[in-house]
Each structure stands twice: as C-alpha cells, then as structure tokens.
C-alpha cells in the first residue's frame, strides 16, 4: 500500500483566524457530477426544509483518489424526519452505485434548531457551502 501525500495544516491568517481553504475550481470533473447528483438528491428528498448543503473533507479541498474518497456532506434542515432520512439513505445508495469510484456519500443532517458549536466551528473553517 503507497501512502498518499494529501492532506494537511489549516492555514491562519495575519491576524491568527483560520483560513477556510476549500474551493471546487481544482475537483475533477467527474466528481464535481457526482457532488450535483448528490445536492438534487438532497433538495428533491427535503423540498423547503433544506436550508443549506455544505461539502467537506477531500472533495471541498479537491485532494479526492478514486475509489477511496468518499463524499463528506452535512445538510442543515428545519425538520428531518426518519421517513426523508431513509428516502435520503435509498437514493443516495443509487447515486453512489453510478459512480463506482466514490467510496461512500457520507450522510449528515442536522437540524436547525440543535445544530452544536463544534459543528457551526467546522462548517465555518472546514466546509464548503454549496446550498443555502
């Protein structure tokens, strides 16, 4: 097995704040298709209560390897409910069958009303939002 060299630090700026470095302009392609394919998904399943969709980890950074990236989302909602998680978990299912080489869709939703600290830190300096 060969040890990628991806990853890294998060930058701070003069003043010490992180820096939120994730951008799309580097991602390949055919993943920026499956990042789509995974937003409609999203707002077909939640309709008006998705407030907001933000992408995170390799893919917001564009440092993604085929078949071993797997697609990091968060998804902010009014009310989620366990019948739109489990249309949400069926459909996503299908998108990840048409392209092979993401190793999973990772499916976080949170609501509005309970969402913590720890994840407004990480949407604020590690997340991409591409909804809302």
Known sequence: MKIMPIGGYMTVDDKGCIQNTCSLCDLPPHWLEVVEATIRVYQEVFGEELLSFYLRGSAAKATVV???????????????????????RERLQEVEKRYPFVAEIERNVVQLESISQGTLFLLATQALCLYG
Do not use: N, T
């Open 66 to 88: 085929d078949s071993i990236s797997d697609l990091d989302c968060i998804a902010v909602v009014r009310d989620k409910g366990e019948e739109k998680i489990e249309q949400l």
